[in-house]
């Protein structure tokens, strides 16, 4: 059972350059996230999909935008990327609504560096 | 807005030690959980527990434990008689009804190391 499975694990960007990580998940879960995580700064919400067909912003969504493909799968994209996006970013996903709010099944992230 | 606050950034201890990371949270919320994450020098993210604001039971799991009080608005996390593969960094977080609960907020973290 591979659970969330993110691509790349690493990249390295020009400033400007553009990219997209790819997020899927096996568990049939209705929720996906994007987060960051830099130091001292814990995880970042960038992005969400409550369910299938919605997206929404989340504490730090400036510079990117996602797409949620199916239920499966949710991608992020970084249009022009900037050295302050430099970071690591999981993916996550949850069963959704109360029931299974927060418990969250992360991937095991993409290192990326934009010079 | 919610927060999270952890303000303990690293502890160190010696194995078989006690151990206890805190966490301090703010929220509006009526409804909210409460959670725990661990991410060890690997680098994935493992849920620990979650906790519901209806239930102020204390918890227990083996060597792990979790002291919710709502009156100091904390839910901090215990471990007893620590090992070398405790060593990791923990995140207290909190989601609430506001957001649909999809909106987790994550603390800093708390890096944990256990000297043999």
């Known amino acids: 059972n591979a659970g969330v499975t993110q691509t790349p694990k690493f990249q390295v960007l020009k400033t400007g350059q553009s990219m997209t990580l790819q997020c899927a998940q096996d568990m049939n879960h209705n929720s996906m996230y994007w987060y960051r995580q830099d130091p001292g700064m814990g995880l970042r919400l960038i992005y969400y999909?409550?369910?299938?067909?919605?997206?929404d912003k989340g504490e730090v969504p400036n510079g990117y935008n996602v797409s949620r493909l199916n239920k499966r799968e949710f991608s992020l994209r970084l249009e022009s990327a900037a050295p302050s996006q430099t970071s690591v970013y999981f993916c996550a996903s949850s069963e959704g609504g109360p029931g299974g709010a927060g418990k969250l099944f992360f991937g095991s992230g993409t290192q990326l560096s934009v010079l | 807005a919610q927060k999270v606050t952890q303000a303990q950034t690293e502890i160190s201890v010696v194995e078989k030690e006690d151990v206890t990371l805190d966490c301090v949270y703010e929220t509006r919320d009526t409804t909210y959980y409460l959670f725990w994450y661990k991410q060890p020098p690997s680098g994935e993210l493992v849920f620990l527990i979650r906790r519901n604001s209806f239930d102020e039971q204390n918890e227990i799991s083996g060597r792990y434990s979790w002291n919710f009080q709502k009156s100091t608005s904390s839910f901090n996390f215990t471990i007893t008689a620590s090992q070398v593969v405790d060593s990791a960094v923990y995140f207290c977080a909190l989601s609430g009804n506001s957001g649909g609960y999809q909106k987790v907020t994550f603390g800093i973290g708390t890096k944990l190391q256990v000297i043999p």
């Open positions: 999909s409550a369910s299938e067909g919605t997206t």
